[in-house]
């Protein structure tokens, strides 16, 4: 008996060295605690709430936040290996325990969001075995082909497949797909840069856009969907040199934000460009890419491509003769205020926590970045993927401040890592150069 106690204690230490390095358990034992007790105080407010977004779901933020705070620690300390990505599973899992018994209870979209649209959509796809789109259950005058951004309500639907109604154990999931997506980010930047200084920028951007990035998860937006999107075509490219898949990925993007058209065209081109399987590659990538006219042709008979809901927003009146005076400036100036943390509405100047605290952060790597980049050409390169995302939105992006500049600047990261690659910053990962 003794020596059968002995043996599984031999086991246990033979894991625990396996798994954690020095005074690392510590740490990983810390941050559980700490999640744990989080979530047992939020409980309360989670139980009962009845909406997939709001206040009351902050206790919803701390599990995944933490855990990635641990692993941005880890992979600054250069280790990133798949055991890391297991413990961060591990750890979010034991910090969201306390929620379990919430896991089966059914929410409801907040009314008039987007979520509630997206839901409708979804709905009919589900209930009605249909791939039409279902705009017009929502805009009655409309036609059959797509008006608002068609991706979401798929990824919607899919869900709603496998759980059969919005439950909250779908926000779990979301968040914790969230993270593994994070952590392969992250590792992208810790093999790809060598610069200690600017790793550590880059990585902390990371870390500190996950709280809006939760919130856009939560409230049933596609940029989170986007962004998932984003980092797993960077991952395959550059890391996993899966060039097919990748830009078939990549292809997908504007599926959910048809406003990143040019920045996913432009960095196809670049694939294509540096890539000897040109016609492999660009089926792979018109496949996707092509998605809502295929929608469009079959259900409504259009040759359309673009979704139907857009406004002139930086025009004050798309009539008046006079172009100058129709625009409007302060809209313009607020959106490029925006990338300083600063958001006006109504005449108000606020500072909003949840976007101030990565954005100046990530405005001053912008600029970072184009001073490293060499040669001259993948700076240029860099300046024009990134403004094709970023000027569109500062004169079309409202509302949700900061969706859009959250997915800028993942795109400005991950934009980066495929131009560094082309430097082979590292002699020990020459076999990752992608150009």
Request: glycine letters at 4%; a positive charge.
């Amino acid at each position: 008996m003794t020596k059968s106690i002995a043996d599984e204690q031999n086991k246990i230490r033979a894991v625990y060295k396996k798994l954690f390095s020095k005074y690392e358990f510590l740490f990983f034992a810390s941050v559980a605690v700490t999640g744990i007790i989080s979530s047992f105080l939020t409980y309360p407010l989670v139980d009962g709430y009845k909406y997939n977004s709001g206040r009351d779901l902050i206790g919803l933020y701390v599990p995944p936040v933490l855990a990635v705070f641990y692993v941005t620690v880890m992979i600054y300390r250069k280790e990133y290996n798949r055991k890391l990505l297991i413990k961060m599973v591990i750890l979010y899992l034991v910090q969201i325990t306390p929620f379990v018994p919430l896991f089966h209870q059914a929410y409801l979209p907040t009314p008039y969001d987007d979520f509630a649209k997206s839901y409708v959509y979804a709905r009919n796809i589900v209930d009605n075995h249909t791939l039409w789109g279902g705009d017009k259950l929502i805009y009655t005058k409309a036609g059959y082909s797509y008006v608002t951004q068609p991706g979401y309500r798929y990824f919607l639907a899919a869900q709603l497949l496998i759980f059969r109604g919005l439950y909250r154990v779908i926000s779990f999931i979301n968040i914790g797909l969230l993270i593994v997506g994070i952590y392969y980010l992250q590792k992208a930047i810790q093999v790809l840069v060598s610069e200690k200084l600017l790793r550590s920028g880059m990585l902390l951007v990371v870390l500190l856009a996950l709280p809006y990035a939760i919130k856009n998860l939560l409230m049933g937006m596609p940029e989170s969907v986007t962004v998932l999107l984003l980092i797993v075509f960077t991952y395959l490219y550059v890391i996993r040199r899966n060039k097919a898949t990748a830009i078939f990925i990549l292809g997908m993007i504007p599926f959910f934000r048809q406003n990143l058209l040019i920045t996913v065209l432009l960095l196809g081109f670049w694939i294509l460009f540096n890539s000897r399987e040109k016609v492999k590659l660009v089926i792979s990538f018109l496949v996707p890419l092509l998605l809502p006219l295929y929608h469009n042709l079959y259900y409504a008979g259009e040759w359309r491509f673009f979704v139907r809901i857009y406004k002139l927003l930086y025009q004050n009146n798309p009539f008046d003769r006079s172009p100058i005076a129709s625009i409007n400036y302060q809209f313009i100036l607020n959106n490029i205020l925006h990338y300083a943390g600063i958001d006006i509405q109504n005449g108000r100047f606020t500072v909003p926590l949840v976007a101030v605290i990565f954005l100046p952060l990530s405005l001053l790597l912008y600029f970072i970045f184009i001073r490293k980049l060499r040669p001259f050409k993948l700076k240029v390169i860099f300046i024009i993927v990134t403004l094709t995302a970023v000027v569109p939105t500062i004169f079309l992006g409202n509302a949700y401040y900061p969706r859009f500049e959250f997915v800028n600047v993942i795109v400005m990261l991950v934009s980066y890592l495929l131009l560094h690659a082309c430097k082979d910053p590292k002699p020990q990962t020459s076999h990752l150069r992608v150009c």
